[in-house]
């Protein structure tokens, strides 16, 4: 099947767009392979601190300097459900390079924070920001030159991304990211949902309610819905990063236990020490960067990754825009319903012919490149495949179903759940933003009705509580961006507007923050950019202005009288308070050259550097 002619325009677009950077990224991970990593190159006291603390066979091969020595960089945390697992990975990893001649040291460790605990509290204003922070954490654990390939271990939110981008600073190294998987299932999603609006209507009780959640996440693994985490876990696949099969094959198996000393002993075929080199820097392309923005948009994925797929491409001299997902998103079609998007988990996602039904059935339909080349070599199509456990306790691929085994949950290319991903970018008099209608009601594609203007998501709950929003309204909800307050995720809102859209009324939201892979059926336009305290339109607008937020038609506007809203200033909010607490102080810095959500809300290049500060003094 030829590939989809507008897949085709919009990479074009793309290669031409970065070539400048793209070049110049390629030129940089060249001199890098030239240079090294290579012990020999150390002095020999540089050397000895490399390996004094290694058991003595691992010593013996890192002196002599001729075997790969992999760097595992990890992100465990037993607070973490999704990253308990990795205690046991070092050991693991390093019994399985020995098993070819290599050895493996725990470079180092980054920061993984769990957005689910610190949803709706303060410490959420520091998670986008860990992005960043963990990149960096990881270029520091690679930056001791010992290492000739890298294992990253780590899964949910800002964390993978994270992890990608500092291995993209090192693109001369091979890579491969290495899941624990998903927690087994727990009560049904619908179940949670239903109690979970109970309790912000008043009639369920926080001990139900607690029930509920943990009955939901119960167990070592990632949670189970769709997010931003099981995102990661897609695109690692997608973009070739991962073993075939390997995203959602549950912890503490027989099957993910060899999954792990797969990638190892892949990792250590790969290195510039023997035939097979394959650096991550040539794997992470344009083609790469474009299939991972059509999987996103075939299984209804997170939000958050307009966010981080931008500051990925961009890592890689990819000059990736929102217009790139909004032009594909137009023909690439919905192939999965996991919740929030429909009523299954991961784990039925999966036991449906998960990613390589899906692979496969793109492929076949000619809506991805298979042309790429991948961790296991070149051509997407290996990657059509699923996996199950030989006799011998190693792994065999087997080709991808040809049909799916629960169309309830996955579809083939001619039978989608609908002709799109529902992911779709929204522009205007106030700016630019991204909508997900995945799972929005048909009727509620266009909202129209008068604005409702909050600074935080507590003042949208106390209204609520109060009797005051029981009518149509748009909630906006400002000074939520990265310059602000570091663009908290704000699921606070997310049960009380939909008991809202339940009784009747017509609502949506409307804010320069995120509501992540969870955001559901009430329309939501997020990441507005330009942000509030940049000046951005949206802090413009009054209590009572009509907010028309229009999915058919791509368009977020305020209907005032041209003149009157060229006329009227921007509102200034007193976000001090946002920067002061559970560490927030630290992050200064960082509020003040944050990129715009467009640019990927980094603060890394030249696009996070503003010419002016806001909100904070230098």
């Known amino acids: 099947m030829s590939l989809n002619p507008t897949i085709a325009a919009v990479t074009e677009r793309l290669i031409a767009r970065s070539r400048e950077s793209r070049t110049a990224y390629l030129e940089k991970i060249n001199a890098a392979r030239e240079t090294g990593p290579r012990r020999g190159h150390l002095a020999c006291g540089n050397l000895a601190h490399g390996f004094a603390a290694s058991a003595a066979p691992d010593k013996n091969a890192l002196r002599?300097?001729?075997?790969?020595?992999?760097?595992?960089?990890?992100?465990?945390?037993?607070?973490?459900?999704?990253?308990?697992?990795?205690?046991?990975?070092?050991?693991?990893?390093?019994?399985?390079?020995?098993?070819?001649?290599?050895?493996?040291?725990?470079?180092?460790?980054?920061?993984?924070?769990?957005?689910?605990?610190?949803?709706?509290?303060?410490?959420?204003?520091?998670?986008?920001?860990?992005?960043?922070?963990?990149?960096?954490?990881?270029?520091?654990?690679?930056?001791?030159?010992?290492?000739?390939?890298?294992?990253?271990?780590?899964?949910?939110?800002?964390?993978?991304?994270?992890?990608?981008?500092?291995?993209?600073?090192?693109?001369?190294l091979p890579a491969i990211f290495i899941p624990a998987g998903p927690m087994p299932s727990g009560i049904s999603n619908d179940q949670k949902g239903k109690v979970r609006q109970l309790y912000a209507e008043g009639k369920a009780t926080r001990a139900e309610l607690l029930e509920a959640e943990a009955q939901s996440y119960h167990a070592p693994g990632t949670c189970t819905f769709y997010g931003t985490a099981n995102s990661n876990q897609m695109l690692m696949e997608i973009m070739g990063l991962h073993l075939p099969c390997a995203s959602f094959v549950n912890p503490n198996t027989p099957l993910r236990e060899a999954m792990t000393i797969a990638a190892t002993q892949r990792a250590a075929a790969i290195t510039a020490l023997g035939s097979e080199y394959i650096p991550v820097g040539e794997i992470i392309d344009e083609k790469a960067i474009i299939n991972g923005v059509i999987g996103l948009h075939a299984t209804g994925g997170s939000t958050n990754h307009l966010l981080h797929l931008v500051a990925i491409a961009h890592a890689a001299g990819v000059d990736l825009r929102w217009e790139d997902f909004g032009d594909l998103a137009g023909v690439i079609p919905l192939l999965a319903r996991v919740y929030p998007n429909g009523s299954a988990d991961v784990n039925q996602f999966h036991e449906a012919g998960g990613m390589g039904f899906l692979i496969a059935q793109l492929l076949g339909a000619g809506l991805l490149h298979g042309d790429v080349n991948t961790i296991i070599g070149a051509g997407l199509d290996r990657y059509a495949k699923q996996a199950q456990l030989g006799s011998d306790n190693t792994i065999e691929w087997l080709p991808a179903p040809a049909q799916t085994l629960d169309a309830s949950v996955l579809r083939g290319?001619?039978?989608?759940?609908?002709?799109?991903?529902?992911?779709?970018?929204?522009?205007?008099?106030?700016?630019?933003?991204?909508?997900?209608?995945?799972?929005?009601?048909?009727?509620?594609?266009?909202?129209?009705?008068?604005?409702?203007?909050?600074?935080?998501?507590?003042?949208?709950?106390?209204?609520?509580?109060?009797?005051?929003?029981?009518r149509d309204f748009v909630a906006v909800v400002r000074f939520q961006g990265p310059r602000a307050n570091g663009m908290p995720e704000l699921h606070k809102l997310t049960p009380t507007l939909a008991v809202l859209q339940a009784r009747g009324h017509r609502v949506a939201l409307v804010t320069d923050g995120r509501m992540s892979g969870a955001s559901g059926k009430v329309p939501a336009a997020i990441h507005v950019t330009p942000e509030a305290i940049c000046g951005g339109p949206i802090a413009k607008i009054h209590n009572g202005d009509m907010i028309r937020v229009d999915a058919h038609a791509g368009t977020l506007e305020v209907q005032v009288d041209a003149a009157i809203w060229q006329a009227r200033g921007a509102a200034i909010s007193n976000v001090d308070a946002h920067h002061r607490g559970v560490g927030r102080e630290l992050f200064a810095m960082f509020r003040r050259i944050a990129g715009s959500a467009d640019t990927g809300a980094s603060v890394f290049g030249a696009s996070a550097v503003a010419e002016h500060t806001f909100g904070e003094s230098a």
Not at 87 to 106: N, S
Not at 113 to 140: K, P, Y
Not at 453 to 459: A, G, N, R, S, Y
Request: charged letters at 20%; one cysteine or more; a negative charge.
């Open 64 to 172: 002599s300097g001729h075997a790969p020595n992999i760097a595992i960089i990890t992100a465990y945390n037993d607070m973490l459900s999704a990253h308990q697992p990795y205690a046991t990975y070092p050991d693991l990893i390093k019994r399985a390079a020995r098993e070819v001649g290599a050895t493996a040291q725990v470079a180092g460790g980054v920061p993984a924070m769990c957005d689910g605990v610190t949803q709706g509290r303060a410490g959420m204003e520091l998670s986008l920001f860990s992005r960043d922070v963990i990149a960096m954490s990881a270029a520091i654990a690679l930056s001791h030159d010992m290492f000739d390939a890298a294992l990253f271990l780590g899964i949910c939110d800002k964390i993978v991304p994270g992890l990608l981008i500092a291995a993209l600073s090192f693109g001369h």
């Open 413 to 470: 290319a001619a039978d989608p759940f609908r002709p799109d991903g529902g992911l779709m970018m929204l522009q205007g008099n106030l700016g630019r933003a991204v909508i997900k209608v995945a799972s929005v009601p048909d009727d509620r594609y266009i909202i129209e009705a008068p604005a409702l203007v909050f600074d935080d998501q507590d003042q949208v709950r106390g209204a609520f509580e109060r009797g005051e929003l029981d």
